[in-house]
């Protein structure tokens, strides 16, 4: 480890507000990440923060607290470009959660197809400037040409202003993408900037899917997260069948000494007011998310997973 000092983080809320709000049966989380045990796979030495191990016991209970049945566990940069964690968390969920993990120019069809054989379904890149990370377009593009045929998303964490600059980028890449957290766009700026501007034509493009997830890190107002709304309403109303919601749990990031982290009963209580049709919601929660998952195992009916080459 070296001497740079790398800041503690809080932990999720242990005793999350029971939701008013009551899931549909088949309900996705697509958005949690399970880190450590810190014994096993240790942190990355070159993360931005040190958050607390998020145990998988701990999110299975809290969706059967919260009423989710389904869920995806999405890599995060705390443990760099080691998948193991989530590969463990994915194996040992009984089926009830299906993995995204972050892949490298070392990336081959092969390997991609082992990935999907133990529950992967997707590749992730997170380069937002607080989090970590960086971007590299060849590698991406590399891992691109790599999960393709297995029918595969690729995922951004970005900031908005970056969301601008990759908008011609995103907009042609040729597998389905999702935008993590409302693009991370300023909403201080309001819904007519350039940031979400460009974030609502993205979201007009067959493949583009937006992660209404996140709230709490691009609201000012905090909950009810009032602020996020317009956003909110904006998207759906541009793509309502190209829209999917996590939790973000175990909300990394949060310091210690700052603001506290979100209340996961809260964040989905939020959702009666940030999703206000009930049509819109059972499509947000159940059948956009099953609806993209069946898109990513397209390669298992399409015959690509009996391929011995393709590297």
Known sequence: MSNQYIPECLGPVENPTKPKLKFPAGAWDTHFHVLGPLDQFPYSEKRR???????LKDILELHDFLGIDRGIVVHANTHGKNNLPFLKAVAQSDGRYLGVVRLTRSATFTSCKRLHSLGIRGARF???????????????????????????FV????????????????????VPVIIDHFGRVDIQQGVGHTEFKALLRLA????????????????????PYEDVMPFSHMLI???????????????TGYLEGGPTSPDDGELIDCLQWIVPDNNDLQSILVS????????????????????????
């Not at 923060?49 to 145990?55: D, H, I, L, Q, W």
């Not at 380069?127 to 029918?151: C, M, R, W």
């Not at 007009?204 to 909950?223: F, N, P, Q």
Request: aromatic letters at 10%.
């Open 49 to 55: 923060y040190s958050p607390p191990e998020a145990r």
């Open 126 to 152: 997170a380069f937002n400037p607080q989090h970590g990370g960086t971007f590299d377009q060849a590698e991406v593009e590399h891992v691109v040409s790599k999960i393709k045929p297995l029918g595969w």
């Open 155 to 174: 995922e951004f964490h970005l900031e908005g202003k970056t969301l601008v600059e990759m908008e011609d980028w995103l907009s042609k890449l040729s």
């Open 204 to 223: 007009e493009c067959d493949h583009i899917w937006t992660k209404i997830s996140g709230v709490d890190r691009i609201s000012d107002a905090g909950y």
């Open 237 to 251: 109303e541009t793509s309502p069948s190209r829209i999917i919601w996590g939790s973000d749990w175990p909300h």
């Open 288 to 311: 956009n998310p099953a609806r993209l998952i069946a898109m990513a195992d397209g390669g298992a009916s399409s015959g690509f997973l009996d391929q011995e080459s393709g590297d």
